[in-house]
């Protein structure tokens, strides 16, 4: 792309001749554009690129400069020798790098920026996502929304047309540059009329979970799926579904129909008992979470890199991906929960509550309750964006959204 030079400002007739100040030239990063030929159509020699770029890199490699963000460049009065180089890492930060001596100073600057709470409201029309995104969600918080609940609602198959949800939402202003949605405190989405409510709280020692108002933590032992919300292109929607096995021999599990590639995770925490081949299962994971209980993962088509039998994993740890190996219809994952062995329908496993707030944060948790529940509950849910709660300086803080 060709380079823009900066607006120079018009001289008025007869005024004096200003003092001769840098020149500032902004390049928009196009398409195949490199740090390289940036700077090499802006003139700078070789040898300064080379410098330049070797003492960013203790900061950020500049060979992965993105589309669509702009280097600013500013030169000596004369235009012909470059003084510093500026370029956003991300809406709040810049990665400046100046002049110093004979080589050059990286440093990072931050841009100013303020917090403010929004509400954001929506009702489920199709899918979840289209609706998410048209209240005013960006892509990264409906992932994030549907996070909050993974133990509770399984996006990918439960969601209807007429679940709801409000949301109150950290909405993150920089100074020139613009506003969006960075992170969440509190969020109610019902599903099927049931209605559920999680208030994100930070303790003391710098963690961050998520609550029930009466002070339960929202993750569970077991995850709701073995898939995590996902959406591929607009009107997308995972099914369960009953391939052809199930009318050939008793099925005790639950097929997901999914994409082929699609991540499973583990629904609990627990050790690796198999990894490997097994009749019409395909690839097959099979884990242990307790002495008691125990699931399998079936018709995968690659496990996840490193996974073995006797390894310890956490719970929603990848172990392979959607396929359709074995005895398979199609892309799916086949599913099964065990209790002492036996196949059990997963749905009605009893799944002890959440660890509850106790001791000295509980007071810390119910002056935040008392704040943030009746503002969320004040969201409109008719409206698609609504009940600003604007300029409250302290919010990052107080609320915790700041991540
Ligand atoms: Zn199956």
């Known amino acids: 792309m060709a380079p823009v030079p900066a607006a120079v400002a018009p001289q008025a007739q007869g005024a004096p001749e200003p003092p001769p100040g840098p020149v500032l030239r902004v390049h928009p990063v196009g398409q195949g554009d490199s740090i ?5 159509t802006a003139g700078v020699p070789r040898a300064d690129v080379a410098a330049l770029v070797a003492e960013a890199a203790r900061l950020h490699d500049l060979s992965r400069i993105k589309m669509g963000r702009e280097v600013q460049l500013t030169f000596d009065p004369s235009g012909s020798t470059l003084l510093a180089l500026r370029y956003p890492l991300d809406p709040e930060r810049d990665l400046v790098v100046e002049r110093e001596g004979q080589g050059f100073a990286a440093r990072q600057e931050v841009t100013p920026f303020e917090d403010e709470v929004v509400g954001i409201s929506g009702v489920v029309e199709g899918t979840l996502w289209d609706s998410a995104r ?3 969600l960006p892509a990264d918080m409906v992932s994030t929304l549907a996070g909050i609940f993974d133990w509770q609602i399984d996006f990918n198959t439960e969601v209807r047309p007429g679940d709801s949800f409000r949301l109150l939402a950290a909405r993150r202003t920089v100074q020139g540059v613009g506003s969006r949605i960075v992170g969440l405190a509190a969020a109610e989405f019902v ?5 559920h409510r999680a208030l994100r709280f930070d303790d003391a020692e710098g963690g961050t979970a998520w609550y029930t108002p009466s002070g339960e933590r929202m993750a569970r032992a077991f995850l709701k799926s073995p898939l ?3 959406h591929v ?3 997308f929607n995972l099914k369960r579904f009953h391939p052809i096995l199930k009318s050939t021999r008793p099925h005790w599990g639950q097929d997901y129909g999914a994409p082929t590639g699609a991540p499973v995770r583990a629904v609990a925490s627990g050790t690796v008992q198999f990894v490997g081949t097994r009749g019409g299962f395909g690839k097959h994971v099979r884990l242990v979470h307790s002495d008691r209980f125990g699931s399998s993962y079936s018709h995968l088509s690659r496990y996840a890199p490193g996974l073995k039998a006797g390894r310890r994993i956490s719970q929603g ?5 959607v396929g359709s190996t074995g005895l398979s219809t199609g892309p799916h994952l086949h599913f099964e929960f065990y209790d002492r062995g036996r196949p059990v329908d997963y749905a009605k496993v009893e799944v002890p509550r959440g660890e509850a707030i106790e001791g ?3 007071p810390a948790f119910e002056g935040l309750r008392d704040q943030v529940l009746p503002r969320l509950l004040s969201v409109d849910g008719t409206a698609q964006v609504a009940a600003f709660f604007a300029h409250e300086g ?4 107080h609320g915790g959204f700041v991540r």
Do not use: D, P, Q
């Not at 599903?191 to 209605?195: E, I, K, S």
């Not at 740890?317 to 991906?321: A, N």
């Open 134 to 136: 048209s209240a005013g």
């Open 394 to 397: 302290g919010a990052g803080r």
């Open 228 to 230: 995590a919300y996902s």
């Open 360 to 362: 000295a944060r509980r």
């Open 191 to 195: 599903n099927a009329g049931r209605v």
């Open 36 to 40: 390289g030929s940036i700077l090499g």
């Open 233 to 235: 292109g607009s009107g």
């Open 317 to 321: 740890t990848v172990v392979g991906y």
